[in-house]
């Protein structure tokens, strides 16, 4: 249980954005100050997170939007950021973010529209379900080939310039692009081995050059992204009663993973979170929270530059996780989100006895939304928005930080002599301040020691 004050949590504002009218399963980050929301009434909806302000709506779609893609300029071009909305109205749709206006309504891919990937090394985009497509920027149709699978394709995962991997049901396909010019091909060219016995949940990348599956059955695989096999298997569950559970409820199935650094994998395992060392054949378990929701963890990732983890679920929570600044030795300099997750240096995480695992505390609560929590998206020091079942987005803030920036603001209004704020550090985890003279006030991140 976490105390009511909650001196370690630092979100103690809230912003409620209201627009949608179902639910909001789609989330994207646009940059430092915007995000997109898509969901179940069919529309997408621009917003300003500094402010909560809704910038722009973009509707047109006749059934949910199931999933949202941004193609972002090259650097130095002056092309606008577009957006790419597929839905279960077999129409995918392109939009240019900054006028609403819809650029391309495109009719071809003749099926529900499950998923969007891009590959920006050619500057082309491909949408899964029934079939696999490959489109240009402007939404022109360059190739399209049939789904082996009998079932739709639910993800699809870019692991080398003109190579992806497309998961439907249990199994994974690999494909490669060939594009030349105008024209572009895909090409089937792998089946992988099968190793799952149930869908895939969760399909990512990890920084060494390998992609990891996850599965309902409990099974996560980590891939060659250059031979395309089997490197190691994880949490491998072997009696098919065990994994289904009660009704079928499937409660070590993997919802969502995240590998923010080299060696590990956080997983969202059922209700609970497990980090695991993929360094190992053994697949040793770093840290383990067990039940850390009422129910099934939807997504997780790291948040204020890595000060928390958080996990949102179906039970309508979010947690904060990490280790308490009290159960920190002040003599250890945290490097990286697993070392702040911990509590513990990189040497001494290598050092941990298999037996050894290691148990976060719930550092936080975030409380606002009325159904599940599907999913959120960081913005530093600006905060974090959630959005879920109850058709709402929540943007949650650093209170203190934002009583700061409001007296830095009314100081600059009536031109009062704006010294040096810091924020309070009674809880011992890093925070923004504010530094200045008397000619200005500067918002800047507090450092650690090990910077």
Not at 195 to 224: K, M, T
Not at 230 to 257: C, L, T, V, W
Request: charged content about 25%.
């Amino acid at each position: 249980m976490v105390e009511d004050a909650q001196p370690c949590n630092l979100y103690r504002e809230v912003l409620i954005l209201q627009h949608h009218t179902d639910i909001v399963r789609a989330l994207v980050k646009v940059d430092d100050h915007r995000c997109i929301s898509a969901g179940d009434d069919c529309t997408a909806a621009l917003w300003d997170i500094e402010d909560g302000r809704k910038l722009n709506v973009f509707s047109g779609h006749k059934l949910p939007i199931n999933c949202i893609l941004l193609l972002k300029p090259e650097p130095g071009s002056y092309d606008d950021i577009l957006l790419i909305t597929g839905a279960s109205d077999k129409h995918i749709k392109v939009w240019n973010i900054e006028t609403g206006q819809c650029l391309e309504d495109i009719t071809e891919h003749n099926s529900s529209v499950k998923c969007l990937a891009s590959l920006p090394a050619f500057d082309i985009f491909i949408s899964g379900g029934e079939k696999l497509c490959a489109w240009s920027r402007k939404g022109k149709q360059l190739h399209q080939v049939e789904n082996p699978g009998k079932a739709d394709i639910q993800f699809l995962l870019p692991i080398k310039e003109n190579r992806f991997v497309a998961a439907c049901e249990e199994s994974l396909y690999v494909y490669t692009v060939e594009y030349c010019g105008d024209s572009c091909e895909i090409k089937f060219f792998k089946h992988l081995f099968r190793q799952h016995r149930e869908a895939i949940g969760s399909l990512i990348n990890v920084p060494d050059g390998s992609f990891a599956s996850g599965s309902l059955d409990g099974l996560i695989v980590l891939w060659s992204s250059h031979t395309l096999s089997a490197i190691r298997q994880f949490n491998q569950i072997k009696e098919e009663k065990e994994f289904r559970g009660i009704d079928n409820h499937y409660p070590f199935s993997i919802q969502h993973m995240i590998s923010p650094e080299k060696g590990c994998i956080f997983a969202a395992v059922g209700n609970s979170i497990y980090v695991f060392d993929i360094t190992k054949d053994q697949g040793r378990i770093i840290a383990k929270k067990q039940d850390a929701h009422m129910s099934k963890i939807k997504h997780m990732d790291f948040l204020y530059h890595g000060l928390y983890l958080a996990t949102c679920s179906e039970d309508g929570a979010i947690k904060l996780w990490g280790r308490a600044p009290a159960e920190k030795n002040d003599k250890d300099y945290f490097m990286n989100p697993l070392e702040t997750f911990t509590g513990l240096s990189s040497d001494k995480i290598r050092k941990l006895k298999k037996s050894e695992t290691v148990e976060p505390c719930l550092l936080g609560e975030c409380l606002g939304h009325s159904g599940a929590v599907q999913l959120f998206v960081d913005f530093g020091e600006e905060g974090f928005v959630s959005c879920g079942g109850d058709g709402l987005l929540i943007l949650w803030k650093d209170g203190v930080l934002q009583n700061l920036k409001r007296s830095q603001f009314i100081g600059e209004m009536t031109g009062a002599t704006q010294s040096s704020y810091t924020c309070s550090t009674l809880t011992g985890l890093s925070r923004p301040i504010f530094t200045g003279d008397d000619d200005q006030a500067t918002l800047r991140t507090e450092e650690s020691p090990s910077d």
